[in-house]
C-alpha cells in the first residue's frame, strides 16, 4: 500500500522513484493515484510507469476521462507504446465509457490491426459474450502435428491473452476441438492434432448474456470458454478474471434491487436526483401497501378497543414474519443467481423453505405466545403464538414463491425486494392476527 510519494524535481529523484515504481504492483499505483484530487498530478506520477504497468493502471482506474487525459498528454511515442500493451478487450472496455470526442484520438494510437479489433468488439453489447471477450488467442489447424502446433504457439502467444487452452479449427474456422497445453506438450511430435484433441467442446454464442457465461464457467471451474457465431467459427475467448468482475457487478446489482435501489447507485457519488429517482418507486409502493394495512387495521378498531393489549403485539408480528420473508427471498434469489437452484424444481424449493418458517414459526410462536400469557392473559399468548406460527409459514412461502415465479416468467428474480415481500406480508399478517384473535377472544 502507498502512502505517499513526492514527484520528483532533478533527474536523480526521477530515476529513484521509477525503480520505486517497479517494485510497486500496478493494482496499488492505480488506488493511490484515484485518491489523488489534483488531476496534474494524476498525469504526472502516470508518466512515469513502464508500459505495461501503465496499461494495468489504466484498466484499473474508474475514471476513464483521465485516462484519456493521460495518454493524449503523453508523447505520442510514450501513449502508442503504452497502447501496444493493452488488451484488445481492455481497450473496448476503456474506449466504450470514454467521452466520444476523445474516443477518436485514443483509438488512433492502437496499431491498425487492433484498432479493427477493438472496433469489431465496441459492437458487441456490454453484457454480451462479444463485449467480454478478447480477441488475441491460439488457434492451430487440426490437421497440424504436434510439433507444428508448437512452433505455431510460440509465434502467436506473445500475442494472446492466455495459452491454457489451445483451440482447433477445420479448413473453414470451425470450432472443432480443444486441448490444453499439457496434452499438447507431452504428445509426441508427429502425433496430429486431430488425434489428440477433445472434440466435445463447450462454447458460448456471441450474443449469450454475461450472467449465463458466469453460470457455465463458475459450474466446471473453466479458466477460458471459447465465443463463437451462429455459424460455430470461433471468434473470441472470455478469461476467468473478466468473469470474476461480472460475478461481482451481478451480485451487487441483485443486492441493490433485493433493497429497492438502483444499481446506478454503485458510483462512489451518485447524484442526488440520481438515488432520488431510484429510491422514490419503492417508497412509493410501499407507502401505498402499508396503507392496505391501515385499511385492515381499521377493520380491527373495535376490537382493539375491546382488548387494547392485543396492539402490543403488532409491531413483533409485522416484524418477525418481514424478517423471514426476506430471509427466504434473500436464499432463493441468491440460489438462482449462483446456479444452485432450478426453477423447475419450485415445488421442492417451496417445501424446504416453508418447512423451515414452520419450525420457525412454531419456536418464536412457543415463546412469544408464553410471554404473552404470563404478562396479559392465556387466550391473548395463544392467539399471539398462532399468528406468529401462521405469518411466518405465510412469510416464507411468500419470499420463495415470488422469486421463482418472476424467475419462471423471465424476469429478474431480484425484483422481489425487500420492500414488496415486507408489504404482502404485513397485510396478510394483520389479516390472520385479526381472524385468529376474534375466534379465540370472541371479539
Do not use: C
Not at 241 to 265: C, Q
Not at 294 to 322: D, H, K, M, N
Not at 329 to 350: N, Q
Not at 399 to 424: E, H, M, Q, Y
Amino acid at each position: 500500500m502507498i502512502t505517499h510519494i513526492d514527484l520528483p524535481t532533478n533527474e536523480d529523484e526521477e530515476t529513484r522513484l521509477r525503480e520505486y515504481l517497479e517494485d510497486v504492483q500496478p493494482e496499488d499505483i492505480a488506488e493511490y493515484v484515484s485518491g489523488l484530487e489534483d488531476r496534474d498530478e494524476q498525469i504526472a506520477l502516470i508518466k512515469f510507469l513502464e508500459p505495461e504497468d501503465a496499461a494495468i493502471v489504466f484498466f484499473e482506474l474508474d475514471d476513464f476521462s483521465l485516462v484519456s487525459d493521460v495518454l493524449l498528454s503523453l508523447p505520442r511515442w510514450q501513449a502508442m507504446a503504452i497502447a501496444a500493451e493493452i488488451p484488445n478487450d481492455d481497450a473496448a472496455d476503456l474506449l466504450a465509457d470514454m467521452p466520444d470526442k476523445a474516443r477518436g484520438r485514443v483509438l488512433a494510437l492502437f496499431d491498425d490491426e487492433a484498432r479493427v479489433d477493438i472496433i469489431e468488439l465496441l459492437g458487441y453489447e456490454a453484457d454480451t459474450a462479444g463485449g467480454l471477450m478478447t480477441t488475441e488467442f491460439v488457434v492451430v489447424p487440426a490437421f497440424v502435428t504436434a510439433q507444428k502446433a508448437i512452433e505455431m504457439m510460440r509465434a502467436f502467444a506473445p500475442d494472446a491473452e492466455t495459452i491454457y487452452y489451445v483451440y482447433v479449427i477445420d479448413g473453414n474456422s470451425h470450432l472443432v476441438g480443444i486441448l490444453s497445453l499439457r496434452e499438447l506438450i507431452i504428445a509426441g511430435p508427429e502425433t496430429a492434432i486431430a488425434d489428440i484433441m477433445q472434440t466435445n467442446v463447450m462454447s458460448v454464442n456471441v450474443q449469450d448474456d454475461q450472467e449465463e457465461i458466469a453460470d457455465l464457467m463458475t459450474k466446471y471451474n473453466f479458466l477460458a470458454v471459447p465465443v463463437v457465431d451462429d455459424e460455430e467459427h470461433i471468434i473470441g475467448i472470455i478469461t476467468v478474471d473478466d468473469i470474476v468482475d461480472v460475478i461481482h457487478e451481478e451480485a451487487t446489482e441483485d443486492i441493490y434491487r433485493m433493497a429497492g435501489i438502483n444499481e446506478s447507485e454503485d458510483d462512489e457519488e451518485p447524484s442526488v436526483k440520481g438515488a432520488y429517482m431510484a429510491r422514490m418507486p419503492w417508497l412509493l409502493i410501499t407507502i401505498f401497501g402499508e396503507l392496505g394495512s391501515g385499511i385492515v387495521l381499521s377493520g380491527f378498531q373495535a376490537r382493539l378497543e375491546q382488548v387494547v393489549a392485543l396492539a402490543i403485539f403488532i409491531p413483533l408480528l409485522t416484524g418477525v414474519a418481514g424478517n423471514v420473508g426476506t430471509q427466504s427471498s434473500t436464499v432463493t434469489v441468491r440460489g438462482l443467481a449462483m446456479g444452485t437452484l432450478e426453477s423447475g424444481h419450485a415445488l421442492r424449493i417451496i417445501l424446504r423453505e416453508t418447512t423451515i418458517g414452520l419450525a420457525l414459526g412454531v419456536s418464536v410462536g412457543l415463546i412469544v405466545g408464553g410471554i404473552g400469557s404470563f404478562w396479559q392473559f392465556p387466550a391473548l399468548g395463544l392467539a399471539v403464538g398462532l399468528t406468529l406460527v401462521l405469518n411466518n409459514l405465510m412469510a416464507s412461502f411468500m419470499g420463495t414463491l415470488v422469486p421463482l415465479t418472476f424467475k419462471r416468467i423471465n424476469v429478474d428474480p431480484a425484483v422481489a425486494s425487500a420492500p414488496f415481500i415486507t408489504t404482502v406480508v404485513d397485510i396478510t399478517g394483520l389479516l390472520n392476527y385479526t381472524l385468529i384473535a376474534a375466534a379465540i377472544l370472541n371479539i
